[in-house]
């Protein structure tokens, strides 16, 4: 049936410890955080040899409105406002000095400095070698 | 027909009568001088029945005698108004070259706006598209009110353009002996004697080789200049700063005399302006770049300089022919007609303008392939302008391998400058404003002491002095001393000056913008919309050390 050609596809390409129990244990820390803020929190995360994150361009809202202006003379408001989007996985140890390390950094005490989320990673893997679970990182 | 008896019958008598004519010159020593008698048997090939009733698609009968202006039509024509056709062919001819040319020239302003939009992130484009703007419109107006009597009140006369005789009034002064002409003292707001044709032409060639030189410092400036400082600046470039050198230089200024007074070449030769317009121009970018400071996150704390790229290059390689394009009318405009006074020169100097620039983007491109590896897109566009700049004023005096030689040398010239604006003084210039205009500005200036070849002929005398204009290699250092002091003059009076009204503008208005507005991008705090409201714009990363970065916190906390 086509799930069991499926499945031998997905069989030739994964390799066979994937099928072992890996103890994990990583969570994804995602900070939303300034654009101008983005290269001094790179410097950060380097410091605490956090290697690997995924950068994104975002836009959107918190608690900070968006701001009104003027275009041929008629008012529009700007709703959404440019943002940047950290995503590292880091193993469970590091979590925390990870987020106070950010947040330190991105914080300048003024609206619309961001926030930070933490979620739970069921697993990794490096592709070019097939590591899993924390050696992916 | 009849009208063909006509046709035959004057056609008959026009022959005889030539034919008389021409025994009787034959006949006497001394040839008679034609009288308004002999005028009245010349007829037009075809009468204006004869046109209408069939067309004139072969150009046989359109423009003859018929449309030469007759003063009195009781007279009919006369000897007078054959003269003064003629005349006044040769100024008409002259007014449309040198107005197309200003067109063209007005033309460079979006030139120059696209390449300095191009180079700047896509956060600053509205700021910087909207200063190249207004750059025309404030520089004008100021040039409207007193720059123009400032820099061409006493330029008369200017037999191109009909003598432009209400310009007559230059404030001189004695010293050491000699007079030095200083200013004009005629021609504001273009009012009272000075609302006259001739004047009118001059007045827009001129605001717009003012106008180049006021777009040249929103340039090094882009990115973090106030809007309102930027009007405050330009205003006093276009109506004071521009003009006193432009005076010095071309209204009959001292510059332009050193020649007459003291023996020295042709005096100051400037022939479209590398010295009156660029280097003016990118000597005040640098005042007002030294006075602003470089962009945060352009040079690290231990002065490393981070690259920062522009948002466009598409923008900046369209602008830099549109500028190229619009270079046709500057230098070759720059003889004020194309009738009289050897202003046929005009291809000659279109094809040096051409051949300086193109050798100067071979210079600049080689330079960057060999010493980076690729060929740079902006530095290759530095260097074509570069080029075009440097054969601006001796593209009236110089033969085409001296315009190559000139163009070879700036385009290595423009990168070598960029490179130590860069590493040396650590000014931030995003477009390479003051290497382009500054540097071969006076590059420009230089090369007319040194590349002017005696063979051009305006008139037979130029700034006053008697024989074409010669360089040092052609027999003539007279020359190079007066274009040296040229140099001097630029960079030791009118640098000095834009210094000086910079900082006062600092000091008023204050010249740069917040940190806070820099770093968010100067479009929504300064102009209060975004360029590309559609994008999504990137935040930028550069490849700087941390130690910079504590900086762009610090002032971003404010």
């Known amino acids: 049936m086509i799930i069991d050609e499926i499945g031998r596809i997905g069989e030739t390409y994964t390799p066979e410890y994937l099928n072992r129990e890996e103890i994990t244990q990583m969570k994804m820390v995602t900070c939303i955080i300034r654009p101008e803020k983005l290269e001094s929190i790179t410097n950060t995360l380097d410091k605490l040899h956090i290697v690997g994150m995924t950068v ?22 700007i709703r959404f406002i440019p943002k940047v989007r950290i995503d590292v996985v880091v193993p469970d140890e590091d979590v925390k000095k990870v987020i106070e390390a950010v947040s330190r950094t991105a914080r300048t005490e003024n609206v619309g400095d961001g926030k930070i989320f933490v979620t739970n990673v069921e697993n990794a893997m490096r592709i070019r070698t097939g590591e899993v679970g924390t050696s992916a990182l | 027909m009849k009208s063909l008896k006509m046709k035959t019958f004057l056609i008959l008598a026009i022959l005889g009568v ?37 067309g004139d698609p072969g150009a046989d009968f359109t423009g003859n005698v018929r449309d030469v202006t007759v003063s009195d039509s009781k007279k009919g024509l006369t000897l007078a108004d054959l003269a003064n056709q003629a005349g006044q062919n040769k100024i008409a001819i002259n007014f449309v070259w040198t107005l197309i040319c200003g067109f063209m020239v007005m033309f460079m302003q979006p030139g120059f706006a696209l390449v300095e939009t191009g180079l700047i992130r896509a956060k600053n484009a509205n700021h910087t598209m909207m200063m190249n703007f207004m750059v025309y419109s404030l520089g004008l107006f100021a040039y409207y009110v007193c720059g123009f009597a400032i820099q061409m009140g006493g330029v008369a006369p200017v037999a191109n353009l009909g003598g432009l005789y209400p310009l007559n009034g230059e404030h001189v002064v004695n010293f050491l002996g000699k007079p030095w002409a200083l200013f004009g003292t005629k021609g504001f707001f273009l009012h009272g004697t000075s609302y006259d044709v001739g004047v009118m032409v001059m007045f827009l060639f001129q605001m717009v080789f003012m106008d180049t030189t006021t777009t040249i410092v929103t340039g090094s400036c882009a990115e973090r200049w106030k809007y309102s400082a930027f009007c405050v600046s330009t205003i006093g470039l276009g109506a004071i700063i521009y003009p006193l050198f432009g005076n010095w230089a071309w209204g009959c200024g001292w510059l332009s005399q050193l020649g007459v007074n003291f023996g020295l070449g042709h005096g100051y030769c400037d022939f479209a302006g590398s010295g009156v317009v660029h280097a003016v121009g990118g000597l005040t970018a640098l005042a007002c770049a030294m006075i602003i400071g470089p962009r945060i996150g352009k040079f690290n704390r231990d002065g490393s300089p981070n690259a920062i790229p522009g948002h466009d290059l598409v923008l900046v390689l369209l602008g830099c022919f549109i500028l190229a394009f619009g270079w046709f009318g500057f230098n070759p405009g720059s003889t004020l007609g194309a009738s009289g006074n050897g202003a046929l020169r005009i291809g000659s100097i279109a094809v040096n303008t051409m051949l300086a620039g193109c050798t100067a983007s071979f210079s600049a491109l080689l330079y960057m392939w060999i010493r980076y590896g690729k060929p740079d897109a902006s530095m290759t566009v530095n260097g074509l302008l570069a080029g075009l700049v440097a054969i601006t004023a001796p593209s009236g005096f110089v033969n085409p391998i001296g315009a190559s030689v000139i163009g070879w040398v700036a385009g290595f010239l423009v990168c070598l400058s960029v490179e130590f604006f860069d590493r040396v003084p650590k000014i931030d210039d995003p477009v390479g404003a003051i290497s382009v205009h500054g540097i071969n500005g006076i590059w420009g200036v230089i090369a007319v002491g040194l590349f002017a070849d005696g063979r051009s002929n305006y008139g037979g005398s130029w700034n006053g002095v008697n024989g074409s204009v010669k360089g040092l290699f052609y027999g003539d250092p007279g020359q190079l001393v007066a274009q040296l002091i040229g140099v001097a003059t630029l960079v030791g009076i009118i640098f000095t000056m834009s210094f000086l009204w910079n900082w006062l503008v600092d000091l008023i208005v204050g010249q740069r913008t917040s940190a806070k507005a820099e770093l968010a991008g100067l479009d929504i705090p300064e102009m209060g919309a975004l360029c590309y409201p559609d994008f999504q714009l990137k935040a930028q990363d550069y490849a700087g050390s941390s130690s910079q970065t504590s900086k762009a916190e610090s002032l971003s906390k404010s």
Do not use: C, N
């Not at chain 2, 025994?23 to 006497?28: D, E, G, P, R, S």
């Open chain 1, 56 to 77: 994104t361009d975002v836009r959107g809202f918190g608690r900070q409105k968006g701001q009104v202006e003027h275009y041929r003379g008629g008012e529009y408001t």
């Open chain 2, 18 to 54: 030539s034919a008389l004519m021409g025994f009787a010159t034959l006949a006497k020593a001394e040839g008679t001088a034609l009288t308004d008698q002999d005028l009245t048997s010349i007829s037009a090939p075809a009468s204006t029945d004869e046109i209408a009733a069939k």
